[in-house]
């Protein structure tokens, strides 16, 4: 008998739902609205700490020295991954390498490549580095790390045709190895010696694209490796103090990065304190429903207890109603935000300031459990509450008090 009433509760619930289709709906899309919000809100933070994890372990250096005027450029092009130019003269490493503190410093130089031409396979960002004096990229690689000339090392994301070739300002390239997936700008990233580098910048079409002022001897930044035992920010001030007014902009590592981490952390709060007005608000609202629903139904009820159904089936049919609208909006709202966030998940990245949105693997699947557990709970708890208020009234009552 107990098993008859378990499915004879089920079935009712299933049934009430069916025929009152707009009060289903509009429970259903309130739960939506909150699981959609959960969603997308914890989807966005964990990926933004993700890309700044990376970026910071990516950057291997402690400081880095720049054109003065370069380091929003700089900025954008690790977290975002737009391609740009950057260059100054001079053998700034070597000068670099006798301030103390100082324990490896290593040149490097961006190039940013056409988008639209013929004689570059895309618009991507070139790296060159001095293999001799590297200590950063050499590190993300595995096996034989050593460049012949137009050799590159490629990122992760970038397409490369079967011949294992590219071409940028008409110069052949030969892919000899990939990097491990970084999930920031990296990704897209095509690295060479200077000796490659070199050569690349004579050809016509860099001339033509580049326009720089003197081809010879050209670095975009030096990545600085402070001695163990030396503080970071005073290697930096003596930087600055061997080099003062020379057109060079001494960051540190964490320097490039606080603005975005502060903008990250910002936004973790405001999305906080909206996720949370947002579940109480619609935590509100689905007991209002509930509430009203309950109300209507209440001379429904009465009758059902009149005919044998015991409080606790009763309860437990209002419930099953609340979990199974709980568990259809959940479902509903999860889904429609990873849809949205692969529809646009290049905008939301540009928007962002980091490279991509990170949309699949097990921590996906983590927030859709935890969203949907979210929106079940909240349904079962706010029917929870209306359904109590039932409970605790006679037959007599729930059937008289709807009479005129």
């Not at 001799?132 to 000339?149: A, R």
């Not at 060079?248 to 906080?272: D, G, H």
């Not at 259809?328 to 646009?344: E, P, T």
């Amino acid at each position: 008998m107990k098993s008859f009433k378990s499915l004879n509760a089920f079935h009712m619930a299933i049934k009430n739902l069916e025929y009152r289709k707009f009060r289903s709906i509009a429970m259903i899309f309130f739960i939506i609205l909150l699981s959609a919000s959960l969603f997308i809100s914890s989807l966005i933070i964990s990926n933004i700490k993700i890309g700044m994890n990376k970026a910071v372990k990516r950057m291997g250096a402690d400081i880095i020295v720049i054109p003065d005027g370069y380091k929003e450029e700089l900025k954008t092009a690790i977290f975002t991954g737009e391609a740009c130019t950057i260059y100054f003269d001079g053998n700034w490493a070597k000068k670099l390498s006798s301030v103390e503190g100082v324990k490896k410093a290593s040149p490097q130089l961006y190039l940013a490549t056409m988008t639209d031409s013929l004689c570059c396979v895309g618009g991507n960002q070139l790296i060159a580095y001095d293999e001799d004096t590297d200590f950063i990229v050499k590190s993300w690689l595995h096996g034989d790390t050593k460049l012949k000339k137009g050799e590159v090392i490629v990122g992760n994301d970038l397409i490369v045709g079967e011949d294992g070739k590219l071409k940028y300002f008409n110069y052949p390239l030969k892919v000899k190895n990939r990097m491990e997936k970084a999930n920031m700008s990296y990704d897209t990233c095509v690295f060479m010696s200077f000796e490659t580098a070199k050569e690349l910048v004579q050809t016509k079409e860099a001339k033509g694209y580049l326009k720089f002022d003197n081809y010879d001897n050209l670095s975009s930044m030096v990545m600085v490796d402070v001695e163990d035992g030396y503080d970071i920010e005073q290697v930096k001030k003596n930087i600055e103090y061997t080099f003062p007014k020379q057109g060079i902009e001494v960051c540190t590592a964490n320097a490039l990065v606080s603005n975005t981490v502060n903008n990250m952390k910002q936004f973790q709060n405001y999305s906080t304190v909206l996720i949370t007005l947002l579940f109480i608000m619609t935590f509100m609202a689905l007991i209002v429903i509930f509430s009203l629903t309950i109300k209507e139904r209440k001379r429904e009820f009465g009758v059902l207890y009149t005919i044998g159904m015991m409080k606790s089936q009763l309860i437990k049919m209002i419930v099953i109603e609340a979990s199974i609208i709980s568990l259809i909006g959940g479902i509903l709202g999860s889904s429609c935000s990873y849809l949205v966030s692969i529809i646009f998940k290049n905008l939301i990245a540009s928007k962002l300031q980091i490279d991509k949105l990170q949309l699949y693997g097990q921590p996906i699947i983590n927030k859709f459990a935890i969203c949907i557990g979210i929106s079940l709970l909240a349904g079962v708890i706010a029917s929870l509450y209306s359904a109590y208020s039932v409970g605790k009234e006679e037959p007599y009552s729930l059937i008289s008090e709807n009479q005129v």
